[in-house]
């Protein structure tokens, strides 16, 4: 059974870092691209970024590319999310998702984390 | 504003069938496959179509999908109360060279 266990909620101030993560299992990790989706009541779901374990290449949403760092450890199966300097607008639920297909014109996730809720007050 | 188009809510009786649709451009939708998802509240969305019409396993048949130029739709049939629930389409657009959402159709079972 494929599983995809992210870490706990975040509480966090302006300008702290922070580094969450995505523990996988149940498939051949190297294989399929792992992305991160935001979800804000404002904004709905929105992409951010994803990466490849089997070369680590990575892609990123204009939107949030230089602000984030998508990164991963192959030891453990693990995806990683990272800040360097939050801001009260990256309060939201970020969850992890393998992306499905063999990519091309093929675009969709299935399996998701349950999200990981940041917030970000002073 | 979402790049891709959906209504806000759709309702129908258990049992009747409903549309959603997911209006794009020639860039996303018009050129890669759409998938949709099903969303609880408290839970993270559920693949239900991929590849603009395909079931994963698991998701029952009364749920099928349809695209057409730009534009997709989604279709529940024999509705049960167990399908009120947020639905969302996506895909990628190659002109914004990023991942696009649909901003959620709410669907009341009546």
């Known amino acids: 059974e494929v599983q995809l266990v992210q870490s706990g909620a975040e509480v966090k101030k302006p300008g702290d870092s922070l580094k969450i993560s995505c523990k996988t299992s149940g498939y051949y990790f190297n294989k399929n691209w792992i992305g991160w989706v935001r979800q804000t009541p404002g904004k709905g779901l929105e992409w951010m970024g994803n990466i490849y374990p089997g070369d680590f290449d990575t892609m990123y949403s204009p939107s949030f590319q230089g602000r984030i760092s998508v990164s991963v450890d192959k030891s453990t199966a693990t995806v990683f999310l990272q800040w360097g300097s939050l801001r009260p607008s990256d309060t939201g639920v970020y969850y992890c998702a393998r992306r499905s297909g063999s990519g091309g014109k093929s675009w969709s996730f299935d399996n998701w984390g349950r999200g990981t809720p940041v917030y970000v007050s002073s | 504003q979402s790049i891709l188009t959906q209504p806000p809510s ?15 451009t020639r860039s996303n939708i ?17 693949l239900v179509i ?18 057409s130029g730009t534009s997709a739709t989604l279709d529940i049939s024999g509705l049960q109360t167990g399908d009120e629930a947020d639905y969302f389409c996506g895909t990628w657009d190659n002109g914004l060279r990023d991942g696009v959402f649909g901003g959620g159709t709410k669907l009341t079972v009546l």
């Open chain 2, 10 to 24: 759709v309702s129908a009786a258990p049992g009747q069938k409903v549309t959603i649709s997911c209006s794009g």
């Open chain 2, 50 to 67: 991929f590849d603009n019409y395909y079931r994963p396993s698991g998701i029952p048949d009364r749920f099928s999908a349809s695209k």
């Open chain 2, 30 to 46: 018009g050129s890669y496959y759409v998938s949709w998802y099903q969303q609880f509240p408290g839970k993270p969305p559920r």
